[in-house]
């Protein structure tokens, strides 16, 4: 079954980086495309970045260019966020998603708050 598992979540100050890492299993990752969406208590959910299944296309939301990197290994099954510069706002449970065949799937997601 599909299964997708990230980690590198933690607490951070402000102006801090994080790497989070999800690594996933159970269908053709090459083939995908992958995505980033994180959740802040009280907020919908929101896309944070895209990346083609190739890697060479990528897409961010507004409020994270420049600040966040998405990037993919498909030899490791694993898609990376990079985050620079972290702000209080960046506060959220951060999940990545794949969706193909008519069906959308989640991971369990990571916790990342940043806080002096």
């Known amino acids: 079954q599909v299964q997708l598992v990230e980690s590198g979540g933690g607490l951070v100050q402000p102006g801090g980086s994080l790497r989070l890492s999800c690594v996933a299993s159970?269908?053709?990752?090459?083939?995908?495309?992958m995505k980033w969406y994180r959740q802040a208590p009280g907020k919908e959910r929101e896309l944070v970045a895209r990346?083609?299944?190739?890697?060479?296309?990528?897409n961010y939301a507004d409020s994270m260019k420049g600040r966040f990197t998405i990037s993919r290994d498909n030899a490791k099954n694993t898609v990376y966020l990079q985050m620079n510069s972290l702000k209080p706002e960046d506060t959220a449970m951060y999940y990545c998603?794949?969706?193909?065949?008519?069906?959308?799937?989640w991971g369990q997601g990571t916790q990342v708050t940043v806080s002096s």
């Open positions: 998603q794949v969706s193909f065949l008519s069906r959308t799937y």
């Open positions: 159970g269908f053709t990752f090459s083939v995908n495309a």
């Open positions: 990346i083609s299944s190739g890697g060479g296309v990528t």
